[in-house]
């Protein structure tokens, strides 16, 4: 009986030793591709704050954004007026004509208000559509580098802390984007 005790427990622990071994054996080649694994960071507002390209896009912007400001003073404008004009006459006006300048003054108002509403979101598409390729600029770059040096790359403002092994290829993007 004891030997049958003591051959059970030898044949528990080889047991026990081989899940060892082949749990070592199955973490060896994650431990392999974990010190291959080269990190990079990089600072994509950086990168596209210095892209020439931003600066025709705020240009641009700068144009439309300023078209509609212009059409909204003039309604604006035209509305103080209107406003102005009946608020001196109103008390020597007849009810019908009182009535129908205050509907105008009031059709005058919705009209700004929704200008103002789709300028806003004009002024968004727009935005979005001038900075798009910018960004497909950069995402292009930030690949080229990223296979070009090995790196799995990831944007500065997403990580939370930075190790002595991440590299910041900020610059090598730069770079291949021929900005200084």
């Known amino acids: 009986m004891r030997n049958f005790l003591q051959t059970e427990y030898k044949i528990k622990k080889m047991t026990n030793m081989k899940k060892f071994i082949v749990m070592i054996l199955a973490l060896l080649p994650l431990s392999m591709i974990a010190q291959e694994l080269k990190l990079a960071v990089v600072n994509t507002d950086e990168v596209i704050n210095a892209m020439p390209e931003l600066s025709a896009m705020e ?21 103080e007026m209107k406003m102005a004009d009946y608020i001196n006459q109103r ?10 300048r205050v509907q105008e003054l009031e059709g005058l108002r919705n009209r700004m208000e929704i200008l103002n509403q789709s300028a806003t979101q004009d002024l968004e598409k727009k935005h979005n559509d001038l900075l798009s390729p910018i960004i497909d600029k950069v995402r292009k770059a930030i690949e080229q580098v990223g296979e070009e ?32």
């Open 59 to 79: 240009n641009e912007m700068e144009k439309v954004k300023n078209a509609y400001v212009n059409d909204l003073k003039r309604m604006n404008d035209e509305y």
């Open 91 to 100: 008390d020597t006006l007849p009810e019908n004509i009182s009535m129908g």
């Open 149 to 180: 040096f090995d790196y799995t790359i990831f944007d500065s403002r997403s990580v939370l802390a930075k190790g002595k092994g991440v590299v910041d290829a900020t610059e090598k993007v730069k770079t291949k984007l021929g900005i200084k």
